[in-house]
């Protein structure tokens, strides 16, 4: 008898805790599928409240509609969440908006979502760390995107760079990762062309529009730059390379090349503009048939070839840091004036 009354003890504590477990589960799993409705990462168009929602701006407990701002997707910030605390980012190869925001309750985004324009916005995904929250906010094509805090609330807006800027042009550094280009005297040709590419970046202004292959130690294959520049819309590649002569380690002297007659005027300021950097005996202008670079996008490109590598003492100041500044400053010089 009394093991009767033990085993029943024992069946109904496991079904108890089964079941428990069964609820948070189903929980767990209604939060999760709520959060991917919420955020357009299922693939499928939400329906009902949550349709009403993203398309009226309500969140959490609201009331009403929603002032919206046209053309702007909004995201909601806690109280006490100010402008300074949320971090951005945005990642022109993917396409990608990186939003960050902190969080005190966890749960805050699945009841308050996002609303507003989804113009040129192709996905957004959603990661909860616990002490704050990621939107990957993913565009259909490259864009620049603006944002206004006002009144608890982040506004975004997406514009596609064309719309924005005059001209667009790309800067190239010249190979990366596993890539090294030529390497003499201990010295590799893709950390000159990097280190030119990231004083440029510090030097130009951020709506010069100005954009980089690459901004680190990378694999980029020359179809992934050539896509870029396409991508873009760019009406310039400038490509930064180096140069090396296997006859003799005497040559030096900077070389510039160009195959479309579009750009020859700004071939010529930028060499007149190179031969103002300290080392630099001479600044060659030459036009080709094809550059090698760039040639089947059909984007006029000059490549800068900075130095030679075979020569020691020019290797020595490619790789100086005041010599990748003044080089720097040369190149945006002539930018600033296309």
């Known amino acids: 008898m009394r093991f009767l009354k033990r085993y029943t003890l024992i069946v109904i504590a496991t079904l108890f805790t089964l079941t428990a477990m069964a609820v948070m589960l189903l929980f767990f799993v209604s939060r999760n599928v709520e959060a991917e409705s919420l955020y357009l990462t299922s693939g499928q168009e939400p329906d009902g409240d949550t349709e009403k929602v993203r398309e009226e701006g309500k969140t959490g407990d609201e009331t009403g509609r929603a002032e919206l701002k046209e053309g702007y997707l909004c995201i909601p910030l806690e109280e006490g969440v100010g402008r300074a605390d949320v971090r951005t980012s945005y990642d022109i190869g993917s396409c990608t908006m990186s939003v960050t925001v902190p969080v005190s309750d966890s749960g805050f985004y699945y009841e308050n979502n996002l609303y507003g324009s989804r113009d040129h916005v192709k996905n957004v995904e959603f990661r909860d760390d616990g002490n704050e929250v990621t939107f990957d906010i993913i565009n259909d094509d490259r864009m620049a995107p603006e944002t206004v805090f006002e ?3 982040l506004y975004i807006a997406f514009k596609p760079l064309v719309e924005l800027y005059d001209r667009i042009i790309l800067i190239d550094p010249g190979h990366g990762g596993s890539d090294s280009g030529t390497e003499a005297y201990d010295f590799l040709e893709k950390d000159i062309t990097l280190g030119v590419s990231k004083e440029l970046e510090s030097i130009l202004d951020e709506d010069s529009g100005v954009f980089f292959t690459r901004s680190g130690d990378q694999d980029l294959p020359e179809k ?19 140069n090396a002569d296997r006859d003799t380690r005497i040559t030096r002297g900077m070389e510039l090349s160009y195959s479309d007659d579009s750009v020859s005027d700004a071939a010529k300021s930028l060499a007149q ?15 080709k048939k094809e ?10 490109c000059i490549v800068i070839r900075l130095g030679y ?14 010599f990748q500044k003044q080089t ?9 004036r296309q």
């Open 151 to 153: 009144d608890r609330k």
């Open 224 to 242: 992934d730059r050539e896509k870029k520049a396409v991508d873009l819309g760019a009406s310039l590649v400038i490509s930064l390379q180096t």
């Open 273 to 287: 503009s190179l031969e103002k950097v300290t080392g630099v005996e001479n600044v060659a202008v030459v036009k």
């Open 291 to 300: 550059t090698g670079y760039f040639d089947e996008t059909g984007i006029p």
């Open 309 to 322: 590598m075979t020569n020691r003492a020019e290797a020595e100041m490619m790789s100086e840091g005041d």
């Open 328 to 336: 720097a400053s040369a190149i945006a010089s002539v930018i600033d």
